[in-house]
């Protein structure tokens, strides 16, 4: 699909209300995004590297690195060596 739904999962499990409906049922608010199977994955995973390399905006990234309770360590692990300028899946520069 698009980064657009992504950055909109993202910004909406930001709120309290959606990400408490959210973590009572994952399957059942992620059906209500258009979301890719891969893309799909990288939530339920919480795979930030592949979040950011299909375009999620690194802020809300950060937020959603927050909420996971992903520690800083392992974020930084994870998107090492990767730039702000690198392509997202559909050839859209981040810059």
Known sequence: M???????LVHE?????????????????LAGFDLTPEEL????ERDVRALW????NPY?????????RIG????RAALEGLSF????EEGDSRG
């Open 2 to 8: 698009s980064s657009y739904c992504l950055n909109k």
């Open 13 to 29: 499990i930001q709120f309290p209300e959606k990400r408490a409906r959210f973590d009572a049922d994952p399957e059942k608010f």
């Open 41 to 44: 994955a990288a939530v339920r």
């Open 53 to 56: 390399l299909k375009g999620v």
């Open 60 to 68: 809300l990234l950060r937020v959603y690195q927050i909420w996971t």
């Open 72 to 75: 800083d360590d392992d974020y």
């Open 85 to 88: 300028y690198d392509f997202n």
